[in-house]
Nanobody
């Protein structure tokens, strides 16, 4: 499964960005069988989980983004989105999407988010 992540960029603190992750070759009936998540990583640090959503639509968030970020699935586009609001400089990182099914993880290339103060 090849994942394509997009939506990163430069934004001022307090602004918003929307990240998207899609797998063009995945058919809709398979789309529902993946658990999906967004991670982020800064240089010298471990990759950390930001938000996840299960096949049943249950979402979880890291404490640092709770109330500001929202993960969702777009069935028509077969994508998983991460809406990021009230961005802070500490949200600056490379963001990665991950799809998981049957214990197999599939990672997209990162998309860089830079939040300026």
């Amino acid at each position: 499964v090849q994942l394509q992540a997009s939506g990163g960029g430069v934004v001022q603190a307090g602004g918003s960005l929307r990240l998207s992750c899609k797998a063009p070759r995945v058919i809709l009936s398979e789309f529902w069988t993946y658990n999906m998540a967004w991670y982020r990583q800064t240089p010298g640090k471990q990759r950390e989980l930001v938000a996840s959503i299960t096949t049943r639509g249950t979402s979880t968030y890291a404490d640092a983004v709770l109330g500001r970020f929202a993960i969702s699935k777009d069935n028509s586009r077969k994508t998983v989105n991460l809406q990021m609001n009230s961005l802070k400089p500490e949200d600056t990182a490379t963001y990665y999407c991950k799809w998981e099914r049957n214990g197999n993880d599939y990672w997209g290339k990162g998309t860089l988010v830079t939040v300026s103060s």
